[in-house]
């Protein structure tokens, strides 16, 4: 009789509170086999809890890779912008005039103009950006340089490069490649162009 007024009672209950549409989880209740074995119990509970805690690390591990690379991207897109106006300050101090660059006139603007383009270098490599300038005797690297010109020269008893534009580089990554002139001993003529 107590089984039956208990019974009718969780049906009341049941019935007074109302249905929820999303399925809630119901932890699970320990049988009289768990009541038994407490230490397989326990160590089932420890493994779950410890695997729940495993899963949260890997979970705050990839959002943090991926919030650095949001960022990184970010950043990427700024400095590949701040390369144009680099280039452009570039190309404006090298072209001037040597003769304009001694008048007096020309002191303040031309000590203006490289203060700026000083500043600029200082931003970029601030936030982790370097050159690609490779020297005369560095062999040709496709990875890091773009090869715009090729020239032959008899005189010249290795191959040589002459920088035209540096490159940048975010990381490994390689932002724009430095442009270069290969310069490069004459080749022998094949006997087919002999003839």
């Known amino acids: 009789m107590a089984k039956a007024k208990k019974k009718k009672k969780n049906e009341q209950m049941e019935a007074d509170t109302p249905l929820q549409a999303d399925v809630v989880e119901t932890p699970e209740v320990a049988t009289e086999e768990d009541v038994q074995n407490p230490q397989e119990t326990l160590d089932y509970w420890k493994d779950k809890a410890l695997r729940a805690q495993a899963d949260m690390q890997n979970m705050r591990r990839r959002l943090m890779a991926d919030t650095e690379d949001r ?33 007096e006139q020309a002191d303040a603007f031309l000590a203006g103009m490289s203060a700026i383009q000083l500043a600029l270098e200082g931003v970029m490599l601030g936030h982790g950006m370097t050159f690609i300038a490779p020297k005369r005797e560095d062999e040709f690297n496709p990875e890091e340089h773009e090869a715009v010109e090729t020239v032959t020269d008899d005189s010249l008893s290795k191959p040589s490069l002459e920088l035209l534009s540096r490159g940048y580089r975010m990381g490994k990554r390689i932002l724009r490649p430095a442009k270069v002139k290969i310069l490069g001993p004459g080749t022998p003529e094949s006997p087919a162009e002999e003839a």
């Open 71 to 103: 960022v990184r991207m970010r950043l990427e897109a700024l400095l590949n912008d701040l390369i144009l106006v680099a280039d452009y300050m570039e190309a404006a101090l090298g072209s001037i005039p040597e003769g304009v660059q001694k008048a």
